[in-house]
């Protein structure tokens, strides 16, 4: 999985990865693997998932209002309108995978749990290249082989 993520790190416009890149992605990935156990925790004390996921997004509401400020605010004013469909569809399937993720957390490890999450790197790669007619590279597909090898051996071990 590491390999995998790693090579799907943020690269810069001539292709090659960026230390910075591979800091983005560990710091990511470090803020993941806390909230996750954060989360099954919560689940573990007896946290509904609703609940939960209610304030996790009341919480996170203020940090980025303030990140976006007034500029980029308008911004999002505008991206609301001119696309609700989009931002409607990415809501609904964000509340419903979080949800999903929850409840799957009360009953199995945290870190099985994220590494089989860990998958949704794959397919926005591969909805990308379909849906989204991205081009993919060779190390992007490696990545992708990776990841998905890495849900496969965890899910039969």
Not at 107 to 116: E, F
Not at 127 to 155: K, Y
Request: charged share 10%.
């Amino acid at each position: 999985l590491i390999a995998g993520l790693a090579l799907l790190a943020p690269s810069d416009r001539g292709g090659s990865t960026s230390r910075a890149g591979y800091a983005w992605a560990l710091a990511c990935g470090l803020c993941i693997a806390a909230f996750q156990l954060i989360y099954k925790g919560a689940v573990a004390g007896g946290g509904g998932p609703p609940l939960i996921f209610l304030l996790s997004m009341a919480t996170s509401l203020p940090v980025i209002v303030l990140i976006l400020g007034r500029t980029r605010a308008g911004r999002l004013r505008t991206s609301l309108f001119d696309h609700p469909g989009f931002i409607a569809f990415g809501a609904a399937s964000m509340t419903v995978s979080f949800l999903i993720v929850l409840y799957v957390l009360r009953t199995h490890g945290a870190g099985w749990v994220m590494t089989l999450r860990n998958c949704s790197v794959a397919f926005a790669q591969i909805f990308g290249w379909t849906l989204l007619r991205e081009r993919p590279t060779l190390r992007s597909a490696a990545g992708v082989a990776l990841v998905l090898a890495d849900t496969l051996l965890l899910g039969i071990a």
